[in-house]
Every structure is written in structure tokens, then in C-alpha cells.
């Protein structure tokens, strides 16, 4: 999955987006815009300025905080109630201004990006309704400000590490203002979450729990070892920058950053024994519509939770149909599909060692799974990216409620690289056969290709090479599986293809899990047990996903969702085109313009598929 505070940013961006880009029609060929078409451009070049100037952990992320931005590299993104409403205030000025633009005279591309603008115009019109959770962050539907998955605390630190560079004093000592400015952005998220409890809008109590061993593996650190303060002493070390850089870390996360946790793990703690053992949003202020908007939000589709769940359990029965012929043909016929998946990642041979060594080898074995890609790339894209990919593990501290694999985009400038991120909490979970199924997911050719080849686009605003729809991108993801199946990558590997199908049914099945959680009013239990009978993984590893789908509803659709999308199309375009179907030529045009909802997508692909018909 993609990094989820890096997409927050990325589509909260999208409020101030200029949606300008490379026309469907042809990859890398552009059209002159239309009168209208002009002045949207106008309009949202503007608008990007306009969110520029309020979202300093943004501009650091894209690697636009040097030269006259330096300033931002001392601040970090408001937070506050008051920001958020002028966000939605901003929002509806824009939408304004956007229906002054006659819809019906814009063809082409000015067309894609006044339907995909409106789009984000009308989610944060929906989003405005509710005044709980992380709103105005197009895109996505969080409930809770904090969570095991959701809030600072956790998005902070790694965005320290990660994106806020170390290479002279002055670094070093932004990123000093930067953590003193954690503290404080710590206690606004204390004050609005003590505020949505007010409003009956309390994570269930198995969330709160989770979220205190978080916070509880935070704080038992010295400060002097804190993360926070070994990555600045880290970094300056290696770039040579004499000073105390380790005393005045570790004095402001001992006398303002640890006391701000405190504070805040003390709300979260006030509020468990009253907490709500119900897993779905539903039982929040207007938590069904707040469900429908979440699945919008993420998926860009407007399915009903009924319709989401009927498609999951088909999906589901026919991806274990597969799966059966496979175990069938290596001679494993006994028990259901899930049991006999599950008896596979328990062999001796498919387990890495729970140590240090074991993580390391893993961590090697991705590497060369990589590298034996990157090989074959040029076979069905006419572009690769140039952008780098590195494998992390995901940080120790937060590693107990984070996800098993996510992607953090590299930087404009090309002065960081992409990341892939896997949770090496316990090496049990990732069985060898599963592995390169992950990798193709995350880096290449999944989400470090799709989001790299945006970045290093020409002639593209900067908004539109963001990955700005969950749907299109993990869809994508998904899709690259399959792309990976279908060139080859597991022949003669039938546990690796296995592995293959076991991440489509896992996607499937959260189709099911999450309209269950919070459509059809499932309790936490009752859904980790589908997920283990239909899948065949731990109960652990599984009650950490579903425990996940409870904090961000409707996240977990945009899957499956978006890869059925992604397939459609481009079956639809084989089918317009015959003969003349280049599979480089659908990728690249896919690819070429940037993420947008799958409507768009579809729609767009099935005129470029018609104009290269034409000829």
C-alpha cells in the first residue's frame, strides 16, 4: 500500500491541485487547451500556490523546501480545527469559480481535468458534513485523529527520519525547530480528539488498546535513544557537523515532546473504559452516510456497502477456485483452500529465521526479486522510471499496529529515493512464497513504477504526478500483480503463483471484511474469523488487518475495486483495437497523465483506444 500520511498530504493537496496534464489520447503528445480549458488552468495553478504556501511537510516531502522555501524547513502543517475550516472555506471558493467554467465546451483533456477537480470539489463538500476524524484530506476517510494507525505521533518521527534531510548545521537545525513544533502539533490533536469523544466519536476499545502499546513502546525509550533524537546524531555524524546535536535533541523530546505524548496518551487511556466494543463506523454521528463517503473517498466509486460485499464474496470464491487447482496439482487435497495455504507457510523451507540474520536475508531476497525485474520491465512498458527504490523495515516503535508492505514516493529533485516499506515484527508472517507477489505490489512494476514515471513526467503540474486516488493506485498495484504473473515472472514457481492468488483472494476478502465491518454491522471477531477461514493466515496477522479496515473505512476496497477497473479497461481496449493492441502503448498512456478516479480511467482509455482505431 501506498504510504498513507504521504497520500494524505498528496491529496489534501489536491484542494489546491493543478489538474493540467498530458492528454489521454496519445502518451506524450499534448493539446493547447480551449478558452475554458485556459482559464481552468488558471484557476488551479492558483489554487497549488495557494496550498503551497500552507503545507510545509509537503513542500519537504516533494524536495521544494531549499533556496527561497528554506523557511518551511522549520514549521510543520497545521493542524487545528481553525485550518481545517479554512481549508473547507477555500474549497467552496474554488467550486465557485469552478462552475463558472462551462463543462459542456471543454473536449479532451480540459474535460479529464475539470471532471477529475469537481470530483475533489464534491468530496470535500461531503467531508464538510463531518465534523470528527482527519477532515479535509481528500481522499481518504479517517475517523479517529488518533489511532494505532492515524495521528503525529507516529507520521512525525518518520517524517523526520525520512523526508527532513541532514547535510549542513542549518538542517540540523531546522529539524530542531521542527521538533520542538512537535510538541505543540501533538497537543492541537490531543485538544480535537478530546473533542470528537465529546461528540460520541470514540475508537472502539480494542483501537485505544492498541494505540497505547504504540505509544507505550514510544515512551519506554530514553530520550537520549529515542528515534528522534538518534536520527539527527545519526545523520550529522555522517555529514561531518560538529555539535551537541545529541544533548539538545534529546533535551526537547524529554522536556516537550514525551511530556506532549504523555498528554496525549492519557486522553486516549481516560477514554478506554467506557469504549465501545462495536469495530464499524456505523455506530458514529451519521456513521452509515460517513461509510458511503469513505468508500467514495477512497475508492472514487459510489458502490453501495450491499453491492461491495456481493462482489467480494464472488471474487473471493473464484480466486480460491484457482488456488484449489493449484494445490490440487501439487497433491495437497485435503482441508479447505485456506488450511492448505496455511500448512504451506508453516513448512520449514518457506520460513525466515525470526533474528537479525533472517530479517537481513529477507531484506536481501526482496533486493534480487527486484533486480530480476527491473530486467524485464522494458518487455511491456515503453518508459521505466529512473527513480531508485530502496527496501526498509518499517520502525521497530510502530511496527506492532503498522501494515505488512507500503511505498513512500522519492523526492522531485531526485535527492531521496522511493522506499518500500515491509513490518518485519515477526518474520512468520512473511512466508517465502508470498514474497515476490509483495514486491511486484510496492516497487516495480506496482507502485514505485506508477508513482516514479508521474514524478519524472515533463510538461505535467506538479499536483497531477501525485498519487491522488487510492483507487487508481492500489488498483494499479494489484494490477501490476497480475502483469507480473502474466509475463512469467513465477513459471515453474507454483508456490510463488499460489502467492500470487492468495493476494488477490486477501484483497477480495476485504472487500467482504470491511462492508461487513461497517455496512453489515460485523463485530472484530466475527470478521477475523472469515478472514483466517478464507485465508488461511494468523489470527494475529489478521486481526491486525481488521483492525486496520475499523480506522479507515473504506481504504481497504480500493483494491480490488480499482484492479477490476484497471482489467476492464484495458480488456475493453483489446477488444476496440483487435490486432493494433500494443500493451506498451496502454501502459504508457495509462500511466502518462497521473492518477485519476476510475471513472475518468475508464472513460479516458476507451477514447484513446477509439482515436488509435481511427489511426
Known amino acids: 500500500m501506498l504510504d498513507r500520511r504521504q497520500m494524505l498530504l498528496s491529496t489534501a493537496a489536491a484542494a489546491a491541485a493543478a489538474m493540467v496534464g498530458a492528454p489521454f489520447a496519445a502518451a506524450g503528445k499534448r493539446l493547447l487547451p480551449s478558452e475554458g480549458g485556459a482559464k481552468l488552468t488558471a484557476l488551479l495553478d492558483r489554487m497549488m500556490q495557494d496550498f503551497l504556501k500552507e503545507s510545509p511537510e509537503f513542500m519537504t516531502v516533494l524536495g521544494m523546501d531549499s533556496g527561497p522555501n528554506a523557511a518551511v524547513r522549520s514549521l510543520l502543517d497545521d493542524r487545528s ?76 518521527p518518520q517524517f523526520l527520519d ?17 521538533l520542538k513544533a512537535f510538541a505543540k502539533v501533538l497537543d492541537v490533536e490531543t485538544d480535537r ?15 485505544l488498546r492498541r494505540t497505547a502499546e504504540q505509544f507505550d513502546a514510544i515512551l519506554k525509550v530514553a530520550p537520549g535513544e529515542s528515534s528522534m533524537t538518534t536520527s ?38 481516560a477514554a478506554l473504559p467506557t469504549a465501545s466494543k462495536e469495530a464499524g463506523c456505523w455506530r458514529l454521528p451519521d456513521g452509515e452516510a460517513y461509510y458511503r463517503y469513505g468508500v467514495l473517498a477512497y475508492t472514487t466509486t459510489a458502490m453501495s456497502g450491499e453491492e461491495i460485499h456481493k462482489v467480494g464474496l464472488e471474487q473471493v470464491a473464484e480466486l480460491s477456485a484457482r488456488a484449489d487447482a493449484i494445490l490440487r496439482k501439487q497433491g495437497m487435497t485435503q482441508g479447505t483452500v485456506g488450511e492448505r495455504i496455511a500448512a504451506i507457510g508453516k513448512r520449514p523451507g518457506q520460513l525466515y529465521p525470526n533474528t537479525d540474520a533472517g530479517k537481513a536475508q529477507l531484506l536481501a531476497d526482496l533486493n534480487a526479486q527486484m533486480a530480476a525485474m527491473a530486467k524485464r520491465l522494458p ?66 512494476p506496482g507502485h514505485h513504477h506508477q508513482i516514479s514515471l508521474a514524478l519524472e513526467a515533463q510538461g505535467i503540474p506538479l499536483l497531477r504526478k501525485m498519487p491522488l486516488f487510492s483507487g487508481y493506485t492500489e488498483g494499479w498495484g494489484l494490477y501490476a500483480e497480475q502483469l507480473a504473473d502474466e509475463m512469467g515472472m513465477y513459471e515453474g514457481d507454483p508456490w510463488g503463483q499460489l502467492g500470487y492468488l492468495q493476494s488477490l483472494m486477501f484483497r477480495a476478502a476485504r472487500l467482504v471484511a470491511d462492508s461487513g465491518l461497517h455496512y453489515k454491522r460485523w463485530s472484530r471477531e466475527q470478521t477475523v474469523k472469515y478472514m483466517v477461514e478464507a485465508l488461511g493466515d494468523s489470527e494475529t496477522t489478521l486481526t491486525t488487518e481488521v483492525e486496520r479496515y475499523c480506522v479507515w473505512p473504506g ?11 484497471w482489467e476492464r479497461s484495458r480488456e475493453a481496449a483489446k477488444k476496440t483495437l483487435g490486432a493494433k493492441f500494443d500493451i506498451k502503448g496502454f501502459h504508457d498512456t495509462a500511466l502518462a497523465a497521473g492518477a485519476v478516479p476510475l471513472s475518468v480511467l475508464e472513460a479516458a482509455m476507451a477514447d484513446w483506444a477509439k482515436g488509435v482505431q481511427k489511426g
Not at 525520512?162 to 521542527?178: M, P, S, V, W
Not at 535527492?415 to 507477489?437: C, H, M, Q, V
Request: charged share 20%.
Open 81 to 156: 480545527q481553525a485550518f481545517t475550516d479554512k481549508a473547507f472555506a477555500a474549497f467552496r471558493g474554488y467550486g465557485t469559480e469552478l462552475a463558472a467554467i462551462d463543462r459542456k465546451a471543454l473536449t479532451g483533456m480540459d474535460a479529464v481535468n475539470y471532471d477529475t477537480t469537481k470530483f475533489f470539489i464534491d468530496t470535500a463538500a461531503i467531508s464538510d458534513k463531518f465534523d470528527y476524524g482527519t477532515q479535509g484530506t481528500i481522499g481518504g476517510a479517517a475517523p479517529y485523529v488518533v489511532s494505532q494507525l492515524t495521528g503525529s505521533y507516529g507520521g512525525i
Open 162 to 178: 525520512t523526508n527532513h534531510q541532514i547535510k549542513t548545521a542549518a538542517d540540523g537545525e531546522t529539524y530542531l525547530d521542527r
Open 193 to 207: 480528539t478530546r473533542a470528537d469523544y465529546a461528540k460520541g466519536a470514540t475508537p472502539p476499545d480494542f483501537v
Open 232 to 269: 539527527l546524531v545519526r545523520r550529522a555524524a555522517a555529514a561531518n557537523l560538529p555539535g551537541d546535536w545529541k544533548a539538545r535533541a534529546e533535551a526537547i523530546v524529554r522536556d516537550a515532546v514525551y511530556p506532549a505524548l504523555q498528554r496525549q496518551a492519557a486522553v486516549l487511556s
Open 379 to 444: 518487455e511491456v512498458f515503453g518508459r521505466v522510471p529512473k527513480a531508485s527504490v530502496e527496501i526498509k523495515r518499517v520502525p521497530v516503535e510502530i511496527e506492532a499496529g503498522a501494515p505488512g508492505g507500503s511505498y513512500q514516493l522519492p523526492a522531485l529533485d531526485g535527492s531521496r529515493p522511493g522506499a518500500y516499506y515491509i513490518n518485519l515484527r515477526d518474520t512468520a508472517e512473511w512466508p517465502k512464497f508470498t514474497l515476490p507477489t509483495l514486491t511486484y505490489h510496492e516497487a516495480s
Open 555 to 565: 481504504q481497504a476496497c480500493s483494491y480490488k475495486l480499482g484492479h477490476i477497473v
